[in-house]
Nanobody
Framework: QVQLVESGGGLVQAGGSLRLSCAAS????????MGWYRQAPGKQRELVAV???????TYAESVKGRFTISRDNEKNTVSLQMNSLKPQDTAVYYC?????????WGRGTQVTVSS
């Protein structure tokens, strides 16, 4: 059984920074993609950033230039460095990992950005 555990969320003022981390444990496969999604109150869950096993990245337009995703394949961790945070970045952030057609999710970590 695979578990993804997020850490690093919290409350920050607009313009500040946070770093989210996600660690996988259990019977860990070699994930194809690892990434971050977020869900704000009353909104659908949306992709924030994803990174492939060979380091290719994709970002939501709303976070390009502000967020950076990174990954350690040996440690099965994925991180999200979030800079220049805005109130509209407030959401629960979920770690995600994909192995072929199987998706794994963390329980989420709250990020709140005050204006």
């Amino acid at each position: 059984q695979v578990q993804l555990v997020e850490s690093g969320g919290g409350l920050v003022q607009a313009g500040g920074s946070l770093r989210l981390s996600c660690a996988a444990s259990g019977s860990i496969p070699s994930f194809n993609d690892m990434g971050w999604y977020r869900q704000a109150p009353g909104k659908q869950r949306e992709l924030v950033a994803v990174i492939t096993s060979d380091g290719r990245t994709t970002y939501a337009e709303s976070v390009k230039g502000r967020f950076t995703i990174s990954r350690d394949n040996e440690k099965n961790t994925v991180s999200l460095q979030m800079n220049s945070l805005k109130p509209q970045d407030t959401a629960v952030y979920y770690c995600n990992a994909r192995k072929l057609q199987t998706f794994y999710w963390g329980r989420g970590t709250q990020v709140t950005v005050s204006s």
